[in-house]
């Protein structure tokens, strides 16, 4: 069931895990959602995870046959838990957290009836909570995602061709991601999230809102899917922003470039400058202890001070927030936002993205993903900063 | 709001909903899940759908920005519906729809305090159903996709290069089915059913059980996704099962075609036969009026008179289905399973994919789209249905 190799890492999150909940009175935490069962266990299968506040996890398989270990039982439906803690005399918890804000209604009323615990919490948010602070093994996870981002973006000038359109440049991006172990999938919080392996934003697409809760929009192929994209050709005088999915382990990396085609107009290169300035100051001063809030509001000070206010992170519409937290998905915690009371906290990981969209240019601005070390930030995602002329 | 091209198409679903709605007498049905959104408006945005069993439906938007149109209405929380239903004189429902196996618990919780109807029922099992049925629009959509899908198979063949692996073949096909049209994401029902654009299965790989609620299982890149290619050779005497998906629109055809490294063993082109057999057999005998289990055990009698239960939807984890409904996402109703008492009606669409797994040799076996008529069934996915060496 556990590689040998990651047992010490996941003890690390069991011992985090159980010192929360002994906090919150809390007898026992049940998780079956994929991303708290890779985190927990590394791997995801179907079926469930469960710690006690004091003592040793269990795992209760669904599926795939053939796992084995210590405190493995094999079930068919969660109404078998009860007979199966009685057997390994595992008191039923009291207090019990589920995943209330990933569970399905129905999932969760179905547990809630097999346990009959007097009080059910809210395992989504101390998972997200804990998350967020990563252990040795998840950073260097990252390093491995980084290094493996940086050389596919080495990779993305060859992939211009005069005349394209954003979905072939794209899909020739993806391609040499593939080749170099990207593992497709792209994981989200929340619902409605669905994007597809990152986004390539060209031209006048970047002013198109998106319904999602990512930081800029774009049309997309269809209704269906309605974020990046759209067929825009890339040309002359307009901007490409790449900002594909560091997909390489399951800690997703944060990235995004920005490429020309020739030259464009001042103002663009004046934004995209700001962007930079934005990340140099955020560099400069953010630590543990920062509050997530200072970090928006300095960035907001400089926008308006460099007077681009309408144009930050969107013109028709416009994301409140600068960054936020990766991992197993892109969107963890903490949210680099307005009223965003987090403390960053050594071993978060997080992606600063200030973003401009300039009319009749597109998108510009930088993105890379950060680690709060025990004295200020460490850059993960090394690549040119700078606008890259595609025909240069 | 709504594309005009999609209204005739959108209100045959809505009367649909209605009727179904007031045989159950609901009073109102609030969608917010994308398939639901995308099944019902045409489009995928944040926000709601309500429609009154009587009446005409509304939409409830946060985002994106600049969408208008007739009961379009701008909010930023579902607490602000009340009012808005007052102020159009729309009644709040005493018995109300929710989306219960979609909606996570809390938001449920939220919506239920916010609309204090009497009762609540299931908004998933309603949508399901009624989903299961296409309308003349949809049809449309899953032609396209069906004749792209086999274009895309048709450069299969020349994705193969001797030594190469799974992962190596599975991009190539990858970067054809982009250049194709397809939209990249692959919707699936269900917690923890995440794959990537489907799946390529080679050799032995094709043994390994997965978590997944798939035909088939596969290993995977990386215990985060346990699913499909996991870089196995393309060797001699084995198969690579391509199973990619139609997602050429919103709606995504199913198809799966076997291809050879050179010749295999009797048993395996036996079991391929079989499966052509069961395809065969089903195409003669299945009808609106047909229960989906009698096909399921008309496979599996053909399956034992031929000696090859022990490799029928796999070895070591066998699947208990032999097809599925599909549209919007890969796995909607009917289910072809072995106690499923569902009928099949006309312009339901399916999956048919007798498949075994051959030890030694890898995965056989065909998989089909099919549309029911109002006489049988309509294949929508044609493209050569023997194994194909890649050497020949």
């Not at 619902?191 to 049309?219: K, Q, R």
Request: glycine share 8%.
């Amino acid at each position: 069931m556990i590689q040998k190799e990651l047992i010490s890492d996941l003890k690390i999150k069991w011992d985090r895990m159980q010192e929360a909940m002994r906090q919150q009175d809390v007898d026992g935490c049940l998780l079956t959602i994929d991303v708290n069962l890779y985190y927990t266990t590394g791997r995801v299968f179907n079926g469930y995870f469960y710690l006690p506040a004091t003592g040793e996890p269990y795992f209760f398989v669904k599926r795939p046959n053939g796992l084995s270990g210590d405190r493995v039982f094999y079930i068919r439906k969660p109404e078998q838990l009860p007979e199966l803690f009685r057997e390994n005399r595992l008191a039923m918890p009291e207090k019990l957290l589920l995943e209330a804000d990933e569970l399905s209604y129905t999932d969760y009323m179905r547990l809630q009836t097999v346990f009959q615990a007097k009080e059910t919490g809210n395992a989504t948010t101390l998972m997200r909570q804990l998350r967020q602070v990563k252990t040795p093994w998840e950073i260097s996870q990252f390093r491995y995602s980084a290094v493996k981002h940086a050389e596919t973006y080495a990779y993305v000038k060859g992939c211009y061709r005069p005349g394209i359109t954003d979905l072939e440049f794209q899909s020739a991006i993806e391609q040499v991601m593939r080749r170099n172990g990207s593992m497709g999938i792209f994981r989200t919080y929340g619902a409605n999230m669905d994007i597809y392996m990152g986004s390539v934003l060209a031209g006048e697409n970047a002013e198109t809102p998106s319904p999602f809760d990512f930081a800029l929009g774009g049309g997309g192929m269809n209704l269906s899917c309605p974020i990046g994209a759209n067929g825009t050709l890339l040309k002359e005088g307009t901007t490409v922003m790449v900002d594909m999915a560091g997909n390489y382990t399951a800690y997703i990396t944060d990235m995004t470039r920005v490429f020309s085609i020739g030259r464009l107009t001042d103002l663009a290169y004046h934004a995209h400058q700001t962007s930079l300035k934005i990340q140099r100051e955020i560099e400069k001063i953010a630590r543990p202890g920062t509050i997530c809030s200072e970090l928006y509001h300095l960035a907001i000070e400089i926008v308006e001070k460099e007077g681009l206010t309408s144009y930050f992170m969107g013109t028709k519409q416009q994301a409140k927030f600068i960054g936020h937290g990766i991992g197993i998905q892109i969107n963890e915690l903490p949210v680099l936002a307005p009223r965003s009371k987090k403390v960053l906290e050594p071993n978060m990981v997080f992606a600063l993205e200030p973003k401009f969209v300039i009319p009749g240019v597109g998108a510009v601005g930088i993105e890379n993903s950060f680690l709060v070390t025990d004295t200020g930030l460490e850059k993960l995602t090394h690549f040119e900063e700078d606008i890259i002329d595609l025909k240069g």
